[in-house]
Structure formats: structure tokens, C-alpha cells
């Protein structure tokens, strides 16, 4: 909102002011990208998403959105801008504010054989609706012993944003990923928005997509294959960010982008991490994970929600059950965010959620630099 | 049976008129019996008997269409069996055998046949409300005019969810029926101790909701009541809400020592029992003979005494199935 302002006085005076877009939270500057290659296209995570739904809407008339001002508000965090317009009321559908119906509503019909994107103007509010996003989405295929498949995409921000104080603030990844039944995706680039979501989209289960409202606005180069309509991501298989050979960071979502500027820190001091993009919490990817802490040795694992039982227990857990332990020169470090509601201020905020430092000086700490 | 003349009585042939006697007896063999095999421990868990709330079950589900849907609670034998699931397939699973409608994964609380549009079988307290107004939805979005039948008791109108659908059903004109078994009792709460306002149809009215109360002991009553009910629906005005005042006449499940109420009160609404009353009407409307009506209930008593012995002979799951249909695969 600032920036608007600012930039409405620049325009005003007359200086040509350019602002670089910066992480709310930590203040760094969100990675962009300098200079076009041929055939790469600069996205915003935002449109990316908005692309996938649009392309998903176009592909097949069984999908619809539905949600809290998704139509005609365009979206809370317009992740849906346009697409009311274009496709009208009965693909892209408003609802009151009734999340636990809504939810209920969008499994019914999903069990009808219609493919619904069920919207949560964040996860937090979806903690009214987890019965049916668990015990009616999760469970039914198999309590019916597979007669009644569940083809539902539930998405929406997920974890921190910027001063919105802890009823607005929680990461879910744990919960959801905790339970058999859902898959569970956490994009970090406009890539992975885009063709996680139209994975999740096509996929005949019921997919829990965990957003990050930061990342909404962040730019990715694109390539020509991901803009492609028919470009789909494989569900269940991780991304190596940054290949590296001394310290393997495993992490998801928008830590992704904080372990890659703490990797790139690292490097001028002679350690190369290999940074792993989850992208996808349930199933997870625990080949790739595995095989590269053989490689590396030591291992850590990056996010912003709460270390018990946190997604890094998990990781951790499966390194010491198999034979990538025995690789092991030292013990798995968690980068979590710290064990309370998330607080207001500013400065608290910043120290509840893993900044590029914190992991620098546990890797520091792991590796006896 | 309060009414001595029916207008469906009038449309509908005999031989309907009588297999509603049939069906309501082997809701009522079937239940019993399987009290006895939980007693015996071939039913685990949990197990709510639907004993005295069959007229409900028959009469309503009789007015719908092969392709509108039903959904239930978990007081689920007696729709599923007028539905028209197996009794095999249904004790089966109640016995948790890979022979059962859910294949022994669901139990007494979730029983599904997507060949006759049965999902369930719903264990959460007005969970299955919001699925069925989805159903609603997905069938206006089809354009295919067909209809859900929601069944659930009066306890469920205190869930949140419940005004949640009751609200967007009534906005977005979704053909739902809404059939409320109120047998008077939310668990152990006696309604008047639960709700402020028990004439519960009155409570959809005000979500501009049509409505009507009919009793749930006379199956001739409910059958009309739903018929209206679907017709309403059917010509696209919306949703419609029933109340069926009815009894259970055991507890809330096997489990429930019915401290509750008292014995007196019990034996007044036996006097309603609705396989008796509508066997006097059968008799008083020469629709049957008494000879007639033993043969069913030798003829259901010998399908349920099957039912048993088939779910006893079946094998359980394979230990392989238990990582069986977590996840749907792509075709």
C-alpha cells in the first residue's frame, strides 16, 4: 500500500522512481531476473496460478472455482482476477462466508463427478472446514473401498504474511501432510505454481495446495515448455534448486528462496549447498532427499512453520531408517519457525520466521566453519 | 394410521402397496439380527439400529428416481437396504468381510453403492449435509435433473454446517430434499433440551426454505409427503425440507443404556410401531391377507438368517488390502 502511495507522489513530481519489490518480512529483495533470454517470459507467481485455472477451465468443463470472492471481487489476493469475467457465474462461483459448507459443498460435488478448486481466502480460515477437507475428502476412497473417488483441489495462502498477528498466520504443511488420503503441494516458483497446479487439478484425489501470499507477487522466468497449456509437473518428485556437494538443504515453499540466498552466502565461504525443493510434502520425494545426503554428508532441513512435529521431523526420521544414515557426518539441523503464535511487531516477527542468517549460522554450527 | 385415505394408496398397485410391508419387516429382522450378532461380537465398533424409524426409510425413498442420490447418516442399515443394496452385501460388511458393500473398509457407519447412487453412511454429525447440497449442485450444474435425498436426525440441525447448507441450498435453488428424522431424541438429549425451537421444519422455512411435518410411523404418510417433496424439487423451485416425526425404539447405538427415558414412554410409542400399523391397515384394506403377511415375515427372517451365514463364511480383507484405494489412480 506504501508503494503505491510513493509511487503516486514520484509520478506526481516527476522523478522516475523504480521500486524494487521486497520481501515484507525480511526485507530482501525478491529474486528477479536481469536481462530476457530468448523465448523465456519474466511471470509472477500470481499469474502463473491464474494462468493454470484458466487453461484448467478451458481444458475441461467439469472444473469450476469456488470461493470466497473469487468472482466478481477477483480474488482477495486476485489470484482469480479475470476469470469471473471470462468464464461467468456457474464455472467461477462466490459463496458467503460459510467455509465449513463451502467445503462440504465442493466435496459433494466433486463426488457428482465435477472437478472443483475450492478456494480458502487463507488456511487458517480452512480450520473450520477440516472435517470435510479430512474426514469427507481424505478418507472416502478408502472407506468406500474405492467407489467414491474425490478429484478436489483445495488451495489458498498458506503460513506467514506480513503483520497479520497469529489468527491469520499459521503453516499447515504439517497437518495436511500428516494425513493418508490427501497429496499435499507447496509450489515455490511460477513454474511450480503452474504446473503443480495443474497437476493437482488433473490429479482424481483430493490435493491440498498450500500458497504463500509473500510469494504471490514474486517474478520467475518461464520457460517455453512451462507455457505451454499442456505443461503439468509430476506430483511427488522434488527439485534440485542448486546442486551442490557439502550440505544438503531440504526445504519447500518460500523458504526455498531464503535457503538459496543463505547458499549463496555460503558459497563465498567455501560451502556448496544443494538446496531441494520439496514441492511436494505428500507423497514426498524421499529418493531424491535421500540420495543426496549420501552425497553431501550433513543435512538440514528449512521451514517457516513450527519444529514439533514439523516437516523437518519427517525428514529427519526417514534419513535415520535407512541406509543414508550411515552417510551421516552429523546429526540433521531443523530451520523452523519459533515455537509461538506468531507475534505482531515487526522486529518479533522477523525473529519468528527463519531468515537467510539463521540458516548461514546453523550450517556454520553444523559444519564447524 | 391416522389418515384412512391415501392418494398414493390410490396410485400406487398393490403389489407396491404390500412389498412397502416386506421391505419395512426386513429392516426390522435385519436390525435385530444384527443386535444379536453384535451382541456376539461379529460386529464391532459402533451399531445404531434403525428400529422404529422404518416407514421413513421405505416410504421416502420409494418416491425417488433410480438416478437421484441418497445420502445418510449413521443410522444407515434401513436406507441402504431400501435402497436396494444386498442384505448379504450389507451384513457383510457390518461383519467386516471383503464380501461387504464397502469391502470391509467401511463398516456399520459407512456403507456406499455407487451403482444406486448410495454414499453412505456418514459418521460425523451433519458432515454429510454439505457433500449432499455438492450433489445438489453438481446435478444443477449438469443440467440433468436429478435430485439428492438427504437423510438426518434432529440432533444434526444443531451443527453449524447444517444452516450453512440450509442457507445456500435455499440461495442457489439446489434440488435437495432435506428429510429430518426426528425421533425426539439428540443422542441423550431430549429435543425440548436442545433445541429453542422444536418444530424443526419451521427452522428451513426461515431460510425461505419449503417445509412440511409428517408422521414418521405412517409409511403411506411419509410416501405421500415425499412425493410432494420431490415434486417440488423436481419442477426446480428449490429445495424442500421434511420433518418426519418418528421413535427409535432402542438407544442411540448398542452401546446406549437408554437412561434417558423412561420404560413408559417406550411402550407408548411401540403402540405406533409403523410394521404393525400399516399390517392392520394391509388387513383393513383387503391389500392382504394375514397369511400373506406371515409368509414375508418367514420369507425376510430366512433372507436376514442367509445374510448371516453368508457374512460368516466370507473372508475378511487381505492383509494387501490394507494399502488398497488410499489414492485413486489416473485411467
Given amino acids: 500500500?506504501?508503494?503505491?502511495?510513493?509511487?503516486?507522489?514520484?509520478?506526481?513530481?516527476?522523478?522516475?522512481?523504480?521500486?524494487?519489490?521486497?520481501?515484507?518480512?525480511?526485507?530482501?529483495?525478491?529474486?528477479?531476473?536481469?536481462?530476457?533470454?530468448?523465448?523465456?517470459?519474466?511471470?509472477?507467481?500470481?499469474?502463473?496460478?491464474?494462468?493454470?485455472?484458466?487453461?484448467?477451465?478451458?481444458?475441461?468443463?467439469?472444473?469450476?472455482?469456488?470461493?470466497?470472492?473469487?468472482?466478481?471481487?477477483?480474488?482477495?489476493?486476485?489470484?482469480?482476477?479475470?476469470?469471473?469475467?471470462?468464464?461467468?457465474?456457474?464455472?467461477?462461483?462466490?459463496?458467503?462466508?460459510?467455509?465449513?459448507?463451502?467445503?462440504?459443498?465442493?466435496?459433494?460435488a466433486a463426488m457428482s463427478g465435477l472437478r472443483p478448486i475450492c478456494e480458502f481466502m487463507t488456511f487458517n480460515f480452512a480450520m473450520q472446514a477440516i472435517d470435510q477437507i479430512i474426514n469427507s475428502a481424505a478418507k472416502t476412497y478408502y472407506?468406500?473401498?474405492?467407489?467414491?473417488?474425490?478429484?478436489?483441489?483445495?488451495?489458498?495462502?498458506?503460513?506467514?504474511?506480513?503483520?497479520?498477528?497469529?489468527?491469520?498466520?499459521?503453516?499447515?504443511?504439517?497437518?495436511?501432510?500428516?494425513?493418508?488420503?490427501?497429496?499435499?503441494?507447496?509450489?515455490?516458483?511460477?513454474?511450480?505454481?503452474?504446473g503443480l497446479l495443474k497437476a493437482a487439478v488433473r490429479d482424481p484425489n483430493p490435493v491440498v495446495f498450500l500458497e504463500n501470499e509473500i510469494m504471490y507477487g514474486a517474478k520467475f522466468p518461464m520457460s517455453p515448455e512451462a507455457m505451454s497449456p499442456d505443461f503439468v509437473l509430476p506430483i511427488g518428485q522434488a527439485k534440485i534448486e542448486r546442486a551442490g556437494d557439502h550440505l544438503t538443504i531440504v526445504t519447500?515453499?518460500?523458504?526455498?528462496?531464503?535457503?538459496?540466498?543463505?547458499?549463496?552466502?555460503?558459497?563465498?565461504?567455501?560451502?556448496?549447498?544443494?538446496?531441494?525443493?520439496?514441492?511436494?510434502?505428500?507423497?514426498?520425494?524421499?529418493?531424491?532427499?535421500?540420495?543426496?545426503?549420501?552425497?553431501?554428508?550433513?543435512?538440514?532441513?528449512?521451514?517457516?512453520?513450527?519444529?514439533?512435529?514439523?516437516?523437518?521431523?519427517?525428514?529427519?526420521?526417514?534419513?535415520?531408517?535407512?541406509?543414508?544414515?550411515?552417510?551421516?557426518?552429523?546429526?540433521?539441523?531443523?530451520?523452523?519457525?519459533?515455537?509461538?503464535?506468531?507475534?505482531?511487531?515487526?522486529?518479533?516477527?522477523?525473529?519468528?520466521?527463519?531468515?537467510?542468517?539463521?540458516?548461514?549460522?546453523?550450517?556454520?554450527?553444523?559444519?564447524?566453519? | 394410521m391416522k389418515t384412512t385415505t391415501y392418494k398414493v394408496a390410490e396410485q400406487l398397485d398393490k403389489a407396491t402397496l404390500v412389498d412397502f410391508y416386506r421391505q419395512m419387516a426386513l429392516l426390522r429382522v435385519f436390525e435385530e439380527r444384527a443386535a444379536e450378532q453384535y451382541m456376539l461380537g461379529k460386529i464391532r465398533g459402533f451399531l445404531h439400529l434403525y428400529i422404529g424409524q422404518e416407514a421413513v426409510a421405505v416410504g421416502a425413498i420409494h418416491a425417488l428416481g433410480r438416478d437421484d442420490y441418497v445420502t445418510t447418516h449413521y443410522r444407515d442399515h434401513g436406507h441402504a437396504l431400501a435402497r436396494g443394496l444386498s442384505v448379504n452385501a450389507v451384513m457383510a460388511e457390518l461383519f467386516g468381510k471383503a464380501t461387504g458393500c464397502s469391502k470391509g473398509m467401511g463398516g456399520s457407519m459407512h456403507l456406499f453403492d455407487a451403482s444406486l447412487n448410495f454414499a453412505g453412511g456418514y459418521a460425523i454429525v451433519a458432515g454429510h449435509l454439505p457433500l449432499s447440497t455438492g450433489m445438489g449442485f453438481a446435478f444443477n450444474y449438469l443440467n440433468d435433473n436429478r435430485l439428492v435425498a438427504t437423510f438426518f436426525g434432529d440432533g444434526a440441525l444443531n451443527e453449524g454446517e447444517a444452516h450453512e447448507v440450509l442457507n445456500m441450498s435455499a440461495l442457489w435453488n439446489l434440488p435437495v430434499v432435506f428429510i429430518c428424522e426426528n425421533n425426539l431424541y439428540g443422542m441423550g438429549i431430549p429435543l425440548s433440551q436442545s433445541m429453542s425451537n422444536t418444530q424443526l421444519h419451521k427452522m428451513a422455512e426461515s431460510y425461505g426454505i419449503a417445509s412440511a411435518q409428517v408422521d414418521g410411523m405412517d409409511v403411506l404418510a411419509v410416501r405421500e409427503a415425499a412425493e410432494t417433496a420431490v415434486q417440488h424439487v423436481r419442477s426446480g423451485n428449490g429445495p424442500y425440507f421434511l420433518e418426519a416425526r418418528t421413535y427409535r425404539f432402542r438407544g442411540h447405538s448398542m452401546a446406549d443404556p437408554v437412561l434417558y427415558r423412561s420404560k413408559d414412554e417406550e411402550a407408548e410409542y411401540r403402540k405406533l410401531d409403523p410394521i404393525a400399523q400399516y399390517g392392520e391397515w394391509l388387513l383393513s384394506?383387503?391389500?392382504?391377507?394375514?397369511?400373506?403377511?406371515?409368509?414375508?415375515?418367514?420369507?425376510?427372517?430366512?433372507?436376514?438368517?442367509?445374510?448371516?451365514?453368508?457374512?460368516?463364511?466370507?473372508?475378511?480383507?487381505?492383509?494387501e488390502d490394507l494399502y488398497r484405494n488410499v489414492y485413486a489412480q489416473l485411467p
Fill in chain 1, 252 to 369: 519447500f515453499s518460500r523458504m526455498v528462496g531464503v535457503a538459496l540466498e543463505a547458499a549463496t552466502e555460503l558459497e563465498g565461504r567455501g560451502v556448496s549447498c544443494e538446496v531441494i525443493n520439496l514441492r511436494s510434502l505428500r507423497p514426498l520425494d524421499r529418493h531424491t532427499i535421500l540420495e543426496s545426503v549420501k552425497k553431501t554428508h550433513y543435512v538440514m532441513s528449512v521451514e517457516a512453520g513450527w519444529p514439533q512435529c514439523g516437516v523437518g521431523s519427517e525428514v529427519a526420521a526417514c534419513i535415520m531408517e535407512s541406509e543414508a544414515f550411515d552417510y551421516l557426518d552429523g546429526p540433521l539441523l531443523r530451520v523452523t519457525g519459533a515455537d509461538v503464535p506468531m507475534p505482531y511487531a515487526h522486529n518479533l516477527e522477523q525473529l519468528a520466521i527463519p531468515q537467510a542468517s539463521n540458516i548461514v549460522d546453523s550450517a556454520a554450527r553444523l559444519l564447524r566453519l
Fill in chain 1, 143 to 194: 472407506m468406500s473401498a474405492g467407489e467414491v473417488p474425490v478429484p478436489i483441489v483445495f488451495r489458498g495462502p498458506n503460513g506467514a504474511s506480513a503483520g497479520v498477528a497469529a489468527q491469520h498466520s499459521q503453516d499447515y504443511s504439517s497437518w495436511y501432510s500428516h494425513c493418508p488420503g490427501l497429496k499435499v503441494l507447496a509450489p515455490y516458483s511460477s513454474e511450480d505454481a503452474k
Fill in chain 1, 1 to 108: 500500500m506504501a508503494l503505491c502511495a510513493l509511487r503516486r507522489l514520484a509520478r506526481a513530481s516527476g522523478t522516475s522512481v523504480r521500486f524494487q519489490r521486497r520481501c515484507l518480512v525480511t526485507g530482501t529483495a525478491v529474486r528477479q531476473v536481469a536481462g530476457q533470454e530468448e523465448g523465456v517470459v519474466i511471470m509472477e507467481v500470481r499469474d502463473a496460478l491464474n494462468t493454470a485455472m484458466d487453461e484448467e477451465l478451458a481444458n475441461d468443463d467439469r472444473v469450476f472455482l469456488i470461493g470466497e470472492e473469487v468472482a466478481e471481487y477477483d480474488g482477495a489476493y486476485k489470484i482469480t482476477r479475470g476469470l469471473w469475467k471470462k468464464w461467468g457465474d456457474k464455472r467461477v462461483v462466490d459463496t458467503p462466508i460459510t467455509e465449513m459448507g463451502i467445503a462440504g459443498v465442493a466435496v459433494g
Fill in chain 2, 285 to 319: 384394506s383387503k391389500m392382504a391377507t394375514q397369511k400373506k403377511l406371515d409368509a414375508i415375515s418367514a420369507e425376510v427372517e430366512k433372507q436376514v438368517e442367509e445374510s448371516i451365514a453368508f457374512a460368516e463364511e466370507s473372508p475378511f480383507p487381505s492383509p
